[in-house]
């Protein structure tokens, strides 16, 4: 069975720029999370998507957006690139159809560094 | 708000001891915890997940268990090896929202040397 596959694996961007990353998820898993994760401030939630619909958001701003499309799969957009955006970036797959099935499985990240 | 913490933040150690890694939650009303490890640059990888209704979970040399009534869980690894080493990462999950999320702790950066 194959695992959360997420790409690019790096990625390079100047301020200004946005950007998308992908996300595959676990075949059959409905639910896809993003998280940011930064030295500073750790493993931080974005939003999550389930059937294509978004049912949870962190405190980000606007500049942030995702989507998931109808076979689960998920990309994360990131506009008008700031340095502070510079991070790894993780997507999370799980179920999602039932509040004890909620064991996550994460991809091996995005590492995005913005010049 | 639901904050989980990991003590110790770091920790070294010679390999074949025996450790104990320690995860606070400050809200009891979680549905599970996973604990999970995390290479270098690298993703997470789930190690053990207890439900709230479990008081413990077992795989290979690792242990975890749960006391939500006083927000804790502890993740024992038996005679640690280098590979052990890592960062490891406890979460909680949690209905916010209308749905369940993640929360996450810092994690504890363990080194096993030779």
């Not at chain 1, 676990?26 to 294509?52: A, C, D, K, M, N």
């Not at chain 2, 927000?71 to 038996?78: E, H, K, P, V, W």
Request: net charge positive.
């Amino acid at each position: 069975k194959a695992g959360v596959t997420q790409t690019p694996r790096y990625l390079i961007k100047t301020r200004g720029q946005q950007v998308t990353l992908s996300c595959s998820p676990i075949s059959g898993h409905r639910s896809v999370s993003w998280y940011q994760q930064t030295p500073g401030q750790g493993l931080q939630f974005l939003f999550e998507y389930f059937s294509e619909t978004q049912r949870n958001k962190g405190n980000f701003p606007g500049r942030f957006s995702g989507r998931q499309f109808s076979n689960s799969r998920s990309e994360m957009n990131v506009s008008t690139l700031e340095l502070g955006d510079s991070a790894l970036y993780l997507c999370a797959s799980s179920p999602g159809t039932h509040f004890m099935n909620t064991e996550a499985f994460f991809g091996q990240g995005t590492r995005l560094t913005v010049v | 708000k639901q904050e989980v913490t990991q003590i110790p933040a770091a920790l070294s150690v010679p390999e074949g001891e025996n450790l104990v890694l320690n995860c606070s939650f400050t809200d009891s009303a979680i549905y599970n915890l996973q604990w999970f490890r995390q290479d270098p640059g690298k993703g997470l990888t789930s190690l053990l997940l207890i439900q709230s209704s479990q008081r413990e979970q077992t795989s290979g040399r690792l242990n975890a268990s749960l006391d939500k009534s006083s927000g804790r869980s502890t993740l024992y690894i038996a005679a640690s090896q280098p590979g052990d080493s890592a960062t490891y990462l406890c979460a909680v999950t949690i209905f916010s929202g209308g749905y369940n999320k993640l929360i996450f702790g810092a994690g504890t950066r363990l080194a096993v040397h030779p």
